[in-house]
């Protein structure tokens, strides 16, 4: 690995974010819009063909209407020259407002797509990739070309169509003096691609080291992060380490904003100086009385508004060429394969009219990375309506199975079907209408109780919501909150304890009336009390629906119609609780 200046190491995926982007792809952002961008190039050309007016105008006033006092002729010209103001005027609001309205467009798109791209990944890369990094790439990476996308093209157009406009009237009024005031392009080019390069470098460590500032915001602020720095005494060090993360942000900032800043000082002090020659051309005894004044002010203003664009066109390739860093940052996001996705053809199936009759054929999966399956040969048949419940040591393979029923992950080998359909054949969606899951970490949205239950079943009724509260044994305490079901429950649903918290997510699965119910350590943080009472709406939910239990606790799946002991991914006792004891095996250790 090498290392940035100042920074962390920058690891082989970060490498490949430097590759060349193609800027016919970056090109392809812009076509749903052709014809707003087609209508703002018509009004550039026309503004620049209004704009070359000026010059002329000022001529005539200079050698025509002044030396003979011709104040009609004089009138009309100083009209003209304020009308080519205000239309041109008039032509860039226009221009500014369709310009900036097709770029956000184009972020809109960008921003959706990365969204919606990331919201298919399967949970193997939320579990290897960093949040802050994520976020980074949504807000700082988009945010960051908002400007490029924004003006590039029409700044491209404007200014492209300006020069030319420009030197071909510089040409009419004198090809000569045009020769002298074009030597400057080939090092102004030059320059400028150097400069480009250089910041494109910088900006992709800058944008390495924003998304690292934002996962130490992510971890010290977020609240179990505070609590761990509290607890653990971390704060200063946690403060330190984001001291350091922004002052390296100063460093790449200044470096990049001086980066070839004396280059093209340079560059504009030869701009400064071609006016000079100009004049000193005009006066040598070869030229005298060749250029009239007229004529040499009409050149120079010409000469000046050239410089403009160029400049303009220069300073945009650089913006182009940095911003590069950001769209390989983008595209390396929207060009994740996905993993566990709908299929081509999916199955098209009624979820009400599921049994949920539940077979593992011959299942095995192997996390990336690891060197032994998680899960190997499991064949396990769970009969509609029946309860299975999965025991053993931590690490045996219990979530995994879970995962895999809820397609989180796809197996290595081998199926899980549902009333003898390959879940794979079905879509996602319809799957999450059939499989229900509390796992022992409960999420909670920043919002209302009554918004987190209803992110189940968007359309359910607050009688609905109500009846999965009661359900879950959560309803009474709900009721007699200050605010009830408009209650905010805070951050990660702080507000409550974990044993509310996974009342309120068991309510929230039931919401949904799943045909299979996966409850993986659902009842982990409920006291005995609380979970004796769930523990009795779970057995009367379950009559109708098949419901798969992972549990630490034996006494929570002693009643399961099947119990099967895990070891190491392997199935090694499977049947009751009774007849699991009477073998004298691994689950009457466990239960010892």
């Known amino acids: 690995m090498s290392r940035g200046r100042g920074s962390r190491p920058v690891t082989a995926q970060e490498k490949t974010q430097a590759r060349e982007v193609s800027l016919r792809r970056i090109g392809a952002l812009f076509t749903p819009y052709r014809w707003q961008l087609a209508i ?44 080519v103001a205000a239309v041109t005027s008039a032509f860039g609001v226009i221009q500014t407002w369709i310009s ?38 949504i807000t700082n990476d988009i945010g960051g070309m908002e400007s490029v996308v924004t003006s590039t093209a029409t700044s491209i157009a404007a200014n492209l169509t300006t020069a030319i406009a420009t030197v071909v009237a510089m040409a009419v009024l004198s090809w000569r003096l045009s020769l002298i005031s074009l030597v400057v392009m080939p090092p102004a080019i030059y320059l400028t691609r150097r400069v480009a390069r250089m910041r494109r470098a910088i900006t992709t460590q800058q944008q390495r080291e924003l998304a690292s500032l934002n996962v130490t915001i992510e971890e010290g602020l977020s609240i179990n992060g505070v609590q761990l720095a509290k607890t653990m005494g971390a704060g200063p060090s946690l403060v330190q380490r984001f001291t350091a993360s922004s002052a390296r942000l100063i460093d790449l900032e200044l470096r990049s904003q001086l980066a070839g800043r004396w280059r093209m000082a340079s560059l504009s002090v030869i701009f400064a100086a071609i006016p000079a020659i100009i004049y000193l ?48 940052r983008i595209f390396e996001y929207l060009d994740l394969p996905v993993e566990v996705d709908d299929p081509a053809h999916p199955v098209e199936i009624d979820p009400a009219q599921l049994t949920g009759h539940v077979r593992f054929e011959n299942v095995s999966f192997v996390y990336p990375g690891a060197d032994r399956p998680a899960v190997a040969g499991v064949d396990l048949d769970v009969p509609a309506g029946s309860t299975l419940a999965l025991v053993g040591e931590t690490g045996s393979g219990k979530t995994t199975l879970a995962s895999l029923i809820a397609r989180l992950y796809d197996p290595s080998s081998g199926s899980v079907r549902i009333d003898g359909l390959d879940i794979r054949d079905m879509r996602l969606t319809d799957l999450a209408t059939v499989v229900g899951v509390v796992s022992q970490e409960t999420y909670l949205l920043h919002t209302t109780v009554r918004e987190n239950l209803r992110y189940a079943k968007p359309q359910a009724t607050d009688t609905e919501i109500e009846d999965a509260a009661r359900a879950a044994q959560i309803h009474d305490l ?49 006291d005995t009390e609380t979970e004796r009472a769930v523990q009795k709406a779970f057995d009367t939910l379950a009559r109708d629906r098949t419901t798969i239990t992972i549990a630490h606790r034996l006494s929570t799946v002693r009643n399961a119609d099947q119990i099967i002991v895990l070891d190491h991914g392997h199935i090694v006792e499977a049947g009751n609780h009774a007849s699991l004891i009477v073998d004298n095996g691994r689950y009457a250790d466990l239960a010892a």
């Open 40 to 83: 703002v190039t018509a009004i550039i050309v026309a503004s620049s063909i209004v704009g070359l007016a000026s010059p002329f105008l000022l001529r005539a006033v200079i050698d025509t209407a002044l030396p003979t006092r011709n104040v009609r002729l004089l009138a009309w010209l100083v009209i003209g020259m304020v009308a």
């Open 100 to 137: 900036t309205k097709v770029g956000q467009h184009v972020m809109h798109g960008l921003r959706t797509s990365v969204f919606g791209h990331l919201q298919r990944q399967s949970i193997a890369f939320f579990t290897r990739t960093r949040t802050g990094e994520v976020q980074s790439r």
């Open 281 to 328: 051309a005009a006066g040598l005894p070869a030229t005298v009385g060749t250029i009239s004044i007229g004529t040499l002010i009409a050149f120079t203003t010409l000469q000046n508004n050239l410089f403009r664009p160029l400049t303009g066109l220069l300073n945009t390739g650089v913006s182009v060429i940095s911003s590069l860093a950001l769209f390989a």
């Open 478 to 526: 709900i009721a007699g909150l200050p605010d009830g079901y408009d209650t905010m429950v805070g951050s990660r649903g702080y507000r409550f304890s974990g044993g509310e918290k996974q009342r309120l997510a068991i309510a929230r699965t039931l919401l949904r009336d799943p045909r299979v119910l996966v409850l993986d350590e659902a009842t982990s943080a409920l």
